[in-house]
């Protein structure tokens, strides 16, 4: 690719700030940052942009490590404001996307048509679907693919089979989650009871208000391996997540400062010299987790 994501988007920051729509949306976020009173409208925007550009960024990464060609029919689960699925269109990729229109992330699909019309790329192919309707769209794919979006996804069990439905024989997801067995929610920065993180409520009383709290659905390596396993899939977890998350708390600022428990957690092993253990835990007793499903190519439903 000729640039870079982060690059490619922010030769649009002026025209992108000037959209009311897509503008609105941005703004909506300030809790991504702490940002200072100080600052104008257009910085605070460009600082949360920069958030969701990393994001994307790091979507990219998990898909560059299948190796995908613009041959491949590719869908992206949660498409949010359509930061990759814009990107790999502009770049020649065959790709779709979906993103709810009316659940409490519906601010993202009106934001993401903008964002198309502004960079100049079909939107024909990025659908206001939830994940269990991912068969719908009527077409099936080589590789299918997800960054902090399972986690949102009450009707878990329901999904997965769509996904799996929609999945070329010989085909393959990659997904990136929290593994709720670590109780710590990573969205809302709270410690969760551990082991039965569904009663955390009864400590914090504000989560039952909460819609992100209450759309959460809590992934685990166990549930994911026991859900495989009945679907006849095959499951691979990356062993390098937790690593690449703690660099990550060296390289952006903003990540660090959204994610503070791991900040303390991270100093005290570096401090102690034990950062080394970490190439030995057990994936469950990590967050977040990474990991492949294979779809066999006997496998025709």
């Known amino acids: 690719?000729?640039?870079?994501?982060?690059?490619?988007?922010?030769?649009?920051?002026?025209?992108?700030?000037?959209?009311?729509?897509?503008?609105?949306?941005?703004?909506?976020?300030?809790?991504?940052?702490?940002?200072?009173?100080?600052?104008?409208?257009?910085?605070?925007?460009?600082?949360?942009?920069?958030?969701?550009?990393?994001?994307?960024?790091l979507t990219l990464s998990l898909i560059q490590t299948l190796h995908y060609s613009k041959k491949d029919f590719m869908l992206e689960i949660g498409g949010g404001l359509g930061l990759v699925y814009g990107f790999l269109r502009k770049q020649g990729y065959t790709i779709y996307a979906i993103e709810p229109s009316d659940s409490g992330f519906g601010g993202y699909f009106n934001a993401a048509r903008e964002l198309f019309k502004i960079i100049d790329v079909d939107k024909s192919h990025f659908y206001p679907l939830l994940s269990e309707d991912c068969?719908?769209?009527?077409?099936?794919?080589?590789?299918?693919f997800s960054n902090n979006v399972l986690e949102h996804i009450p009707e878990f069990d329901k999904s997965f089979l769509a996904m799996k439905n929609v999945l070329k024989p010989g085909g393959v997801m990659i997904h990136n989650t929290a593994n709720y067995f670590v109780p710590y929610e990573p969205h809302i920065n709270i410690m969760l009871v551990p082991l039965f993180p569904k009663l955390t409520p009864f400590f914090a009383p504000r989560l039952k208000k909460s819609s992100l709290w209450n759309g959460l659905y809590f992934v685990t390596t166990r549930k994911l391996k026991k859900l495989c396993k009945s679907m006849d899939l095959t499951i691979t977890f990356k062993r390098d997540s937790l690593q690449k998350t703690l660099h990550r708390l060296d390289t952006d600022p903003g990540f660090a400062e959204r994610q503070k428990y791991f900040v303390a957690l991270y100093s005290l092993l570096k401090r102690t010299r034990l950062v080394r253990i970490l190439d030995n835990v057990p994936v469950a007793l990590t967050t977040p987790i990474t990991f492949t499903v294979e779809k066999r190519f006997t496998d025709t439903i």
Request: cysteine-free; overall charge negative; glycine content about 2%.
């Open 1 to 57: 690719m000729a640039t870079s994501l982060t690059d490619f988007y922010l030769s649009y920051s002026n025209e992108l700030y000037k959209n009311p729509i897509f503008s609105k949306e941005i703004l909506s976020h300030q809790e991504f940052l702490n940002t200072s009173n100080s600052l104008s409208g257009k910085e605070t925007f460009e600082k949360i942009l920069q958030h969701y550009l990393e994001e994307a960024e």
């Open 135 to 144: 068969t719908k769209i009527n077409e099936r794919f080589d590789v299918l």
